[in-house]
């Protein structure tokens, strides 16, 4: 495409704002492969689909995936080719540490996220990383995982070489990616490693400490690293909660719907505590089991003075939306039946190939108001977005694009949220967790039948081309 300025093929408005930066984004398991190589230590996903195959749609694990372990200058070339300006990535924990330790570092796995970090400034991509993207060491599982209070302390002190590490080449962090998601591995809706089914207190321990972590290395890095001058979060998400119906009941279910994903990580770190509705309901609900204590654990003054104001941006993880009303289902103690709202979709939402993923565009714009009215228009970035597609003519997932980046920008310019970036979920195909490889996100897609694990270009991917190349006009 060669337009020069002042023959912009569409009006500016069209388009996002000066200094937007697109990007896209995968995680270490998801993508790596190399499970065992060179010295890499076992997370709780190498070791829960070898010890639980069928845990996984086909009986598939990410042993291998995209081997980008190996192959990762061919993600950047493609990221390159495309056009985008960022990559987020995660580091394996296991891999630069494999007993999760500091105590013995894996120099190969260092040097992995090092070689990595340098091509894609080499070619002029700028690196985000998560440090923690679920693949958890194995060996810190063994003493409880995120349940286990220490695990703060050894968040940090991983956090710490990171930054120490690579802190002057990466401006952009996430410490923890949807720890919604990760509460529920512990809480039980079998959604991932280590699968425990601790229902209404394993979700909000684990929770718990890994709002405790998170603070913990953000005050590391103001502490030590302050001078690199980078930017720190953590990937919230959650679907955006729509009342079903207008009454009060069902506006007020959709509103503990948010409070109890959204606002169960984010509440803490922009106000100090847990959102207020969250206290009350698991208080008193706790109460009535006979409890004694709470199942959802007090922070000390201590830890609400070092979690409070821990993040520089809002990572917002958007998929898709729900409908909520208010009621509940099950007479056992568990974090729904404690929000008291059910959920469901309208059938005029147009499906993907993902049962969960309903298609609408204006829940991104929702929801963005929504972190804007709660935290004082915070910078936000869209962590994550993306649609399962398998065709190479995924024109679908040029439509979810289209639509979505045509809400995000009503965002800015309509309702003022301070949106600076958008990284797509995702670059290539990958190990989506118990989808394994049916569900692809990739607007590459990967050949896993073939040992070179082939990447073709979709059409998204050359739609996106275009899209970025206009973008980068205005810029
Ligand atoms: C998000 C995860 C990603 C990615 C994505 C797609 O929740 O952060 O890692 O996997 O969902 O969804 P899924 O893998 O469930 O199909």
């Known amino acids: 495409l060669v337009f020069s300025d002042d023959k912009l093929p569409i009006a500016a408005h069209t388009m996002f704002p000066k200094g937007f930066m697109f990007g896209a984004a995968t995680a270490a398991y998801q993508v790596e492969g190399g499970w065992n190589a060179d010295g890499k230590g076992m997370s709780v996903w190498d070791n829960y689909t070898h010890e639980h195959p069928d845990f996984v749609a086909l009986n598939e694990n990410a042993d291998v995936s995209d081997d980008s372990y190996h192959l990762y200058k061919e993600d950047v070339q493609l990221l390159k080719t495309i056009g985008f300006q960022v990559y987020r990535f995660s580091i394996s924990w296991p891999r630069v540490l494999p007993n999760g330790r500091t105590s013995y570092v894996n120099q190969a796995g260092i040097d992995y996220y090092m070689n990595l970090i340098d091509d894609l400034l080499a070619n002029g991509i700028e690196p985000m990383v998560t ?9 810190l599982e063994d003493i409880g995982g995120w349940l286990n209070p220490d695990i703060a302390q050894l968040f940090e002190e991983y956090a710490d070489l990171m930054f120490k590490t690579y802190g002057d080449k990466v401006k952009w962090w996430i410490t923890i990616n949807e720890p919604f998601s990760v509460v ?3 809480g039980g809706n079998s959604a991932g490693a280590p699968n425990l089914n601790l229902h209404g207190t394993g979700d909000y321990l684990s929770g718990h400490n890994l709002l405790r972590a998170h603070g913990k290395a953000y005050r590391l890095y103001q502490k030590k690293y302050s001078h690199q001058g980078g930017k720190l979060s953590m990937a919230f998400c959650g679907p955006m909660c729509q009342p079903k119906t207008d009454s009060k009941d069902d506006i007020a279910a959709a509103e503990r719907c948010y409070q109890f994903s959204y606002g169960w990580f984010a509440h803490p770190v922009f106000r100090g505590d847990y959102p207020p509705v969250m206290r009350e309901l698991v208080d008193k609900n706790s109460k009535e089991e006979g409890r004694t204590v709470s199942r959802l654990p007090y922070f000390t003054e201590e830890e609400i003075k070092e979690i409070n104001g821990t993040v520089d941006f809002f990572g917002m993880n958007y998929y898709t939306t729900n409908l909520i009303n208010d009621g509940v289902i099950g007479d056992f103690p568990s974090v729904t039946r404690d929000a008291h709202y059910l959920t469901s979709f309208d059938p005029s939402w147009p499906s993907s190939e993902a049962d969960w993923l309903k298609i609408v565009p204006q829940g991104i714009r929702l929801l963005a108001k929504k972190v804007k009215e709660e935290y004082n228009n915070p910078t936000l970035i869209v962590t994550e977005n993306g649609y399962p597609q398998a065709s190479m003519d995924d ?4 439509s979810y694009f289209e639509s979505h980046f045509s809400e995000l920008r009503r965002a800015i310019y309509e309702d003022k949220c301070n949106i600076i970036g958008h990284t797509t979920w995702s670059i290539i195909d990958n190990f989506e967790w118990r989808k394994g490889y049916t569900n692809k996100f990739g607007v590459v897609s990967v050949d896993f039948n073939d040992p070179k694990r082939t990447r073709t270009l ?15 006009l205005i810029q």
């Open 395 to 398: 024109y679908e997932r040029i």
């Open 184 to 186: 529920w591995f512990y």
């Open 131 to 139: 440090l923690f993207h679920w693949d958890l060491p194995q060996a």
């Open 458 to 472: 979709r059409r998204s991917a050359e739609w996106l081309q275009h899209y970025l190349a206009m973008h980068k």
